[in-house]
């Protein structure tokens, strides 16, 4: 895996405009749930455009461990036939799940939920994140945890054989907490509600639905969300056709908007709202980017024509941090493309992703010479219109922050230099030659 192997060094250079027409790989968050959806499930699941990314195959070798028959039946497709909702078997071996934060904690929440004691465990990005913010709600449920210090990996989870229903507000706007609780709770009797007070990502509650689930939702507050699941269906293998991802295609889009003379079209990306505020915040910042070919299968989705545009400064509320939280790093280097300055605010969320995102965004634009501050929790980036480059960008095993600085360097007047590119396998495997046949110089 990428933790033992050598570093990928990589240079991106001015780039010749970006063109054609590429779809970047399937939607990590939906691989992931299909795959533990389908080793819950009664009967086969069978998923195409499976993202085959690291962080997703380690998902899939994790529900293979814990009694779920997966198989690869060609390229992106998959078949799982699942065990039943409660019916794993305890794995042999440690469950290792990489670099993934969502792999890890969306198996817990369905470990939970079975009598069964799983060891979990990841590289060393992984095993520093905190883990108590979804091992609280578990241990309500009756899990229990042993090993380690028991906030972090390597950790044991004992399944509740009982599991108790329960209604959880997250205390931030986690769709992988709110993930964990309603998937733990579908071994409890009774109703499970998890209560948000910013609505996160609700791929778990569209496909719990399609799996056979009985859920609703309702809004709550002004941006607030009530989810609420009844505990102990009948999972049903289904089909699943992940479309592309939006957060890979934030890497190029972005750098067709700043490549003078771009016009790239990004196929079947997802544009479920709340996803999207990457593409909101870049359309008031100037973009040009047009949706056409829209269309909804499970989730919406449509094409996206993107052409170079001349970018301004705007403030991003925090508001809006749940439905682009992946997106920052790549946002701020459209910002130091952009005239005037950007405040991207409440962003404290960012400090327990991969790295921490935060002073690893500030520091890739300051080493590249772009002015750029953090207060409290906000980022300011004081775009010129232009970025000197001439940086060596340290990626600290984190496959976004390698894209972001290979998306800056694609524009940037010299050179932009990344320390490490093989953590960009976790998410998105085919970026570096896929970028190339856009137009991109990367060497
Ligand atoms: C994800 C949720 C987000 C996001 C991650 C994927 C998911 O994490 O950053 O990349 O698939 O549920 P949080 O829920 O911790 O914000």
């Given at each position: 895996m990428s933790q033992s192997s050598e570093p990928i060094p990589l240079e991106a250079r001015g780039s010749s405009p970006l063109t054609g027409k590429i779809r970047v790989p399937g939607d990590k968050s939906i691989s992931h749930r299909a795959l533990i959806l389908g080793a819950l499930a009664v009967g086969e699941t069978r998923i195409t455009g499976?993202?085959?990314?690291e962080d997703v195959l380690n998902t899939a070798k994790a529900m293979a461990a814990l009694g779920a028959r997966v198989e690869r039946t060609g390229e992106g497709a998959w078949s799982v036939h699942g065990v039943g909702v409660g019916g794993f078997h305890a794995p042999d071996a440690p469950l290792d799940f990489g670099n993934s934060g969502t792999g890890c904690r969306l198996a817990m929440g369905a470990v939970a939920g079975s009598p069964i004691a799983a060891t979990f465990d990841g590289d060393a990005s992984l095993r520093s994140r905190p883990m108590r913010r979804i091992l609280d709600p578990l241990e309500l449920m009756g899990a229990m945890v042993s090993g380690g210090?028991?906030?972090?990996?390597p950790l044991t989870l004992t399944g509740a054989k009982d599991p108790i229903p329960m209604t959880y507000r997250t205390p931030v706007a986690s769709a992988q907490i709110k993930s964990a609780v309603l998937l733990a709770g579908l071994s409890a009797p009774g109703v499970t509600t998890v209560l948000e007070t910013e609505a996160s990502r609700d791929h778990t509650e569209r496909m719990l639905k399609q799996f056979g689930a009985e859920i609703s939702v309702e809004e709550e507050g002004d941006h607030g969300r009530r989810i609420i699941l009844n505990g102990q269906p009948e999972l049903h293998g289904v089909s699943v056709a992940v479309p592309a991802d939006p957060s890979s295609a934030a890497f190029p889009l972005v750098a067709a908007l700043i490549v003078p003379d771009s016009d790239l079209t990004l196929t079947d990306v997802m544009t479920n709202p709340l996803r999207t505020g990457l593409f909101t915040t870049l359309r008031d910042m100037g973009a040009s980017i047009e949706e056409n070919d829209v269309r909804e299968a499970g989730e919406p989705m449509a094409n996206l024509r993107v052409r170079a545009s001349k970018l301004r400064g705007v403030t991003v509320p925090p508001e809006r941090a749940p439905s682009m939280i992946d997106e920052y790093l790549v946002l701020a280097v459209a910002a130091a493309f952009a005239e005037g300055s950007t405040r991207m605010r409440?962003?404290?969320?960012?400090?327990?992703?991969?790295?921490d995102r935060l002073e690893a965004t500030a520091d890739m634009l300051r080493v590249n010479g772009v002015k750029v501050e953090i207060s409290g929790d906000d980022l300011i980036v004081h775009g010129e219109g232009f970025v000197p480059g001439g940086g060596l960008v340290k990626t600290h095993m984190d496959h976004r922050i390698a894209m972001s600085a290979l998306v800056m360097g694609c524009a940037s007047e010299a050179p932009v230099r990344v320390?490490?590119?093989?953590?960009?396998?976790?998410?998105?495997?085919?970026f570096i030659p896929m970028m190339r046949r856009a137009g991109a110089d990367f060497s």
């Open positions: 499976l993202l085959e990314g210090d028991g906030k972090r990996l409440g962003l404290q969320e960012l400090r327990v992703k991969e790295s320390d490490d590119t093989a953590f960009i396998a976790t998410s998105f495997p085919d």
